[in-house]
């Protein structure tokens, strides 16, 4: 098998919460495997640092990484169209790859949970992936190939304490993929999501914060540790790439073996 069908080159990707966490994560897999990215988020240094780290890992493969910035508000959801024309304008063409990265958790108590909180989760881990996805399928259609990459979660299928509006939206995001995926895959568009387990993002720092909470996390899986960034790094680029091609529809959980126990 040629390990061109795992080459993203000649591919324009995007990448929503890029300036921290698993989004920052993907950008530079993405880029290390040879596309070129548009990174979206609110804090525009945040992404800058992005770009910078994306340099410095390709700087040790010698070669070099087409990278953009755009400095957005995805809450703002009447600008979605916009955001897309402006991604595809900057890179020059049409986009290939969405990896719907951006989330919110607020860790509220189910007494505290305000219709303010709820919206904000519902709207920025649910509806924008939808809304941001179908504003960039017609290129991916005309092409008669597209990825989109959404992020489900470990409360996609379990309750956690404190989780219930974002174990909400991602039970749906798990849903809203297979539905992408019977809408858009006879045109060539493969649509999954990942279902992260433990991994230290800026979202899970107060899991971090107390090592008796994240070791005994770390214990509830089967590999006996929490993730490592960098464990991120394959199957962002296997769900992105040629090689995943009649693999649509699908939730797959990167974990370490926690859903299995």
């Known amino acids: 098998m040629s390990n061109d069908r795992f080459s993203l080159k000649g591919k324009t990707a995007l990448v929503t919460g890029a300036s921290s966490g698993i989004g920052r994560q993907q950008a530079i897999a993405l880029a290390s495997a040879g596309a070129s990215v548009v990174l979206v988020g609110r804090r525009e240094q945040?992404?800058?640092?992005?770009?910078?780290?994306?340099?410095?890992?390709?700087?040790?493969?010698?070669?070099?990484?087409?990278?953009h910035v755009l400095s957005w508000d995805l809450l703002d959801r009447d600008s979605i169209d916009d955001l897309a024309a402006a991604a595809t304008a900057l890179a020059g063409g049409g986009i290939d790859i969405l990896c719907n990265t951006a989330g919110v958790n607020h860790r509220q108590s189910v007494d505290d949970i305000t219709f303010e909180s709820w919206d904000s989760t519902i709207n920025l881990n649910l509806a924008v992936p939808f809304f941001l996805a179908r504003a960039l399928?017609?290129?991916?259609?005309?092409?008669?190939w597209g990825k989109v990459l959404n992020v489900a979660s470990l409360?996609?299928?379990?309750?956690?304490?404190?989780?219930?509006?974002?174990?909400?939206?991602?039970?749906?995001?798990?849903?809203?993929?297979?539905?992408?995926?019977?809408?858009w895959s006879a045109d060539g568009i493969t649509c999954n999501a990942i279902a992260p387990g433990f991994f230290p993002t800026e979202l899970t720092a107060p899991v971090f914060a107390n090592p008796d909470q994240s070791d005994a996390l770390a214990n509830r899986t089967a590999m006996g540790r929490n993730g490592?960034?960098?464990?991120?790094?394959g199957v962002t680029v296997f769900l992105t790439s040629p090689a995943s091609d009649y693999i649509t529809g699908q939730i797959l959980y990167v974990d370490g073996g926690f859903t299995a126990l």
């Open 46 to 67: 945040a992404l800058i640092d992005t770009v910078n780290l994306i340099n410095q890992q390709l700087e040790n493969q010698q070669t070099t990484a087409d990278t």
């Open 137 to 144: 399928t017609p290129h991916m259609k005309k092409q008669q």
């Open 155 to 183: 409360q996609s299928r379990q309750a956690f304490p404190n989780g219930l509006a974002y174990g909400a939206s991602k039970g749906g995001i798990a849903q809203v993929t297979r539905a992408m995926a019977q809408a």
């Open 228 to 233: 490592d960034m960098q464990d991120l790094d």
